[in-house]
């Protein structure tokens, strides 16, 4: 595939109503002082403008105003409360039926030239359900909040920014993926603490209750110290392993990983060691759940 065919997709996208035009901000990102991305609050605009916020939102297409999506919202963070009451949404600041639930999703593709393109993307975790019909057919009109897997990911997914690798892969500790990641993060943690205004009224706050992608891309941009890189490649080794789990220490020398018994050696060190020398955007700035950090 090359630019002819890039140039056709485009197209493709504007005619079906899936190419957006949010303005673009630029910030330091590796060499370049400029690097484009999205903020959110820009995207959040643009899909408001262009009547496409309930794509978002993720409750339906009657549900395009924090008016109509309020109930929806609202439910969702009821029962998201069961199982992440530590998260920092419900420390009682903000109206849960003004808050959109989303994931940052990263992952590294493929450029027409065989290199490799780090994206990075959000997407709400509400949706049209699954393609079972367990649940009887979807109403688009309940506002009742669904998971997102029917349905194509070209409508909800939203494009935040991109790297090429060839413009981090030779830095040390891949500094410019982190400062792109980092630009993102801040623009999400603006959105979801001080919220964005809309015209139809009221204050949008986006929050985050996850970070996606293969361990690859969760190493990475997590900076973690344990993971499975470090796994041993050889029975025995002159450098003793570090670790290969962000949770506990196993692999480590006394820690052996492949145990398969009840009460691993490794149990224990649950929790006893966290995982970063410095610690990654995700948590040091995000709304998250405190009860479920290491």
Same mark, same amino acid.
Request: proline share 5%; with cysteine; aromatic share 10%.
């Given at each position: ?31 370049? #002082? ?27 297409? =009657? ?7 309020? #109930?929806?919202?609202?439910k969702?963070?009821e ?29 590294e ?17 509400l ?17 009742? #909040?669904?998971?997102?897997? =029917? ?18 892969r030779?830095?040390?500790?891949n ?90 050696d490794f149990?224990?060190?649950m929790?006893?060691?966290? #995982? ?19």
């Amino acid at each position: 595939m090359g630019f002819a065919e890039e140039n056709i997709v485009s197209r493709v996208f504007a005619r079906h109503g899936l190419r957006l035009d949010p303005e673009l901000s630029y910030g330091q990102v590796g060499h370049d #002082p400029k690097h484009p991305y999205v903020k959110v609050e820009s995207l959040i605009k643009t899909l408001e403008k262009v009547g496409k916020l309930h794509k978002l939102i993720g409750l339906g297409e =009657a549900c395009d105003t924090l008016q109509k999506a309020g #109930p929806g919202l609202a439910k969702f963070w009821e029962s998201f409360r069961h199982s992440n009451s530590g998260h920092e949404v419900f420390n009682g600041i903000l109206d849960l039926s003004c808050c959109v639930p989303v994931y940052l999703h990263g992952d590294e593709g493929t450029t027409y030239k065989r290199d490799g393109v780090f994206v990075m993307s959000l997407h709400t975790p509400l949706g049209r359900g699954t393609l079972s019909n367990k649940l009887g057919r979807w109403d688009d009109s309940s506002g009742d #909040p669904h998971t997102n897997f =029917a349905g194509h990911s070209f409508e909800t997914r939203f494009l935040l920014g991109a790297l090429l690798r060839e413009d981090y892969r030779d830095w040390d500790d891949n500094e410019p993926f982190h400062e792109l990641v980092e630009l993102i993060v801040k623009s999400l943690d603006d959105a979801s603490r001080a919220g964005v205004p809309l015209v139809t009224g009221g204050r949008l706050f986006l929050i985050p209750i996850g970070n996606k992608g293969d361990w690859p891309y969760l190493a990475t941009s997590a900076k973690l110290n344990r993971s499975y890189r470090n796994v041993p490649r050889a029975a025995t080794s002159a450098a003793p392993c570090t670790g290969i789990c962000h949770l506990c220490l196993a692999g480590r020398p006394m820690f052996d990983f492949e145990q398969m018994s009840d009460a691993p050696d490794f149990l224990d060190t649950m929790g006893a060691e966290i #995982p970063w020398t410095t610690e990654a955007s995700f948590t040091r700035l995000l709304m998250h759940d405190r009860l479920a950090q290491v």
